[in-house]
């Protein structure tokens, strides 16, 4: 979820700031020319101030050919105005003839932006600003000023001024701002991490506490955390939730389990009269074999679900065991039984240490390797393999018998369920039931799958070590 968040976050951050810079940069840039327009301005009215009297153009349009001193002083600083800030400036007659230029073989163009301004000017007044001038263009700004005479317009003074100066200076302000973006958004990625985190660290504890409960755990709940006030109702709910449904399974826990003790006492009083009668009967009587097979197996049933209730309830007693050797133990256990029904029963079993209840384990491995010789016909083999891989230690059990299908393997471990093909053999369907229930207690699972070329693997995983509190 977080991962979907964040981008969305950084997105609208980014346009946001995209936003707020691209009007800022065009300011910087309209700013950084302004000013250099108005020092033009500023240039062309002082250089009109020296023109106004200098003598007229005389009389034919040729190049005024009087020595005036206020002439020779204006040519003067022309010259060191275009020496000092390589700017191209002339004040022209009317008649398009300059009064003085610098450089002297700057003249006034035929058509473009100084003709343009020229005609401005010669109308009284200063000409347009100019177009704005971008860092990736090299282009040129003109400002051309009237020089007034008794109210007549005598002669225009034009600049022209190359930019690059204009435009390094625009850029470094562009590249200042764009720097300051680039903090921003990385604040603001920041602040989003900050943020998605504070709002989905509930999610994540109510996701993790879920998970708890699915596999088992249903004493989990949700912590007091952080987050907007709705996920934290939302956690006190979810907790209220789980109390109740952990009540409602307590209340059927108990049932059965009461159930199943009090029916224990009837069931091994008619089973014992059962007995008597059949010392009356002749031997043999197959009407009171079959009352006591079904009786040994309404026993043997209420006996699982006892055990089942206790396992539901019974807390894990973990300590650090070695599943290597607690395997092997079960191995010698099963041995005989194995060997009686002609099964094969070994297995490589290291020394391997891992996070487990001994008793829960033990018995959990002997519903599995029961299981398996159960199933396996004689003269195949039950093999037990322990290893550890990364964080966990797995105890797999591997048999030749005739295995289950796709279906049946998603609905193996549910309670009573057998598959249909082997209900002539004896059980109640809940060992496995009972093993997962063992295994849940201490954060251990059980898993099955195909063996092949036939048969089933059973794959019983408990942790290395002990999980961290509020991991």
């Known amino acids: 979820m977080r991962t979907r968040l964040l981008p969305l976050l950084i997105v609208l951050m980014a346009a946001v700031l995209l936003a707020l810079g691209v009007p800022l940069a065009v300011s910087v840039a309209r700013a950084e020319q302004q000013r250099v327009v108005v020092d033009r301005i500023d240039d062309t009215a002082r250089f009109a101030a020296l023109a106004q009297f ?8 040729s190049r005024p050919t009087t020595t005036d001193e206020r002439l020779e002083t204006l040519q003067t600083e022309l010259t060191s105005y275009h020496e000092v800030y390589d700017i191209r400036a ?28 020229f005609g401005e000017a010669l109308l009284s007044r200063r000409s347009h600003d100019p177009q704005q001038v971008w860092p990736w263009e090299d282009g040129r700004l003109v400002v051309a000023s009237p ?53 989905l660290k509930p999610v994540r ?17 949700v912590a007091p955390s952080g987050g907007p006030p709705e996920l934290r109702r939302l956690a006190r709910s979810f907790n209220e939730m789980a109390d109740h449904v952990e009540d409602v399974l307590e209340q059927q826990r108990a049932f059965v389990a009461d159930a199943s003790h009090q029916l224990r006492n009837p069931l091994s009083a008619l089973l014992l009269r059962i007995e008597l009668l059949a010392l009356e009967l002749p031997e043999g009587n197959e009407e009171i074999a ?40 079960r191995l010698a256990a099963w041995t005989p039984t194995a060997e009686a029904k002609g099964v094969r029963l070994d297995g490589d079993c290291p020394p391997t240490t891992g996070w487990a209840d001994p008793v829960a384990l ?62 002539n053999i004896k059980g109640s369907g809940l060992g ?27 794959t019983v995983t408990v942790p290395r070590t002990a999980a961290r509190k509020g991991a």
């Not at 002339?90 to 301004?117: C, S």
């Not at 005598?154 to 300051?180: K, Y």
């Not at 043997?300 to 019974?314: Q, S």
Request: proline share 4%.
């Open 362 to 423: 033990s018995s959990a491995l002997d519903a599995v390797i029961d299981n398996a010789v159960k199933f396996t016909p004689p003269g195949e083999g039950v093999r037990v393999t322990v290893s550890s891989t990364g964080d966990a230690v797995t105890v797999v059990v591997t048999d030749n018998g005739p295995g289950l299908t796709d279906e049946e393997l998603s609905r193996v471990g549910d309670r009573f369920w057998r598959s249909g093909r082997h209900q």
């Open 90 to 117: 002339g004040v022209f007659y009317r008649n398009q003839i300059p009064m003085a230029n610098a450089p002297t073989t700057w003249f006034l163009p035929r058509t473009g932006e100084v003709r343009d301004a």
């Open 54 to 61: 200098v003598t007229e153009s005389p009389p034919g349009g």
């Open 205 to 221: 504890v109510l996701d993790a506490t879920t998970h708890d409960i699915a596999t088992g755990r249903l004493k989990s709940r």
């Open 147 to 199: 020089v007034i005479r008794d109210g007549d317009v005598v002669a225009v003074v034009v600049t022209d001024s190359p930019t690059d100066a204009m435009r390094s200076r625009t850029l470094r302000g562009w590249l200042v701002i764009g720097a300051g973006e680039i903090a921003a958004m990385l604040l603001a990625v920041g602040a989003a991490l900050r943020l998605t985190g504070w709002v």
């Open 432 to 458: 496995l039931s009972i093993c997962r229930a063992l295994l849940a207690a201490g954060d251990g699972t059980i898993s099955f799958g195909h063996h092949e070329p036939h048969g089933l693997t059973v």
């Open 290 to 329: 079959s009352v006591q097979a079904e009786g040994k197996r309404l026993a043997r049933v209420l006996d699982d679900l006892l055990g089942l209730a206790l396992a539901e309830h019974t807390g894990a007693d973990l300590e650090v065991t070695d599943v290597g050797a607690l395997a092997a133990e």
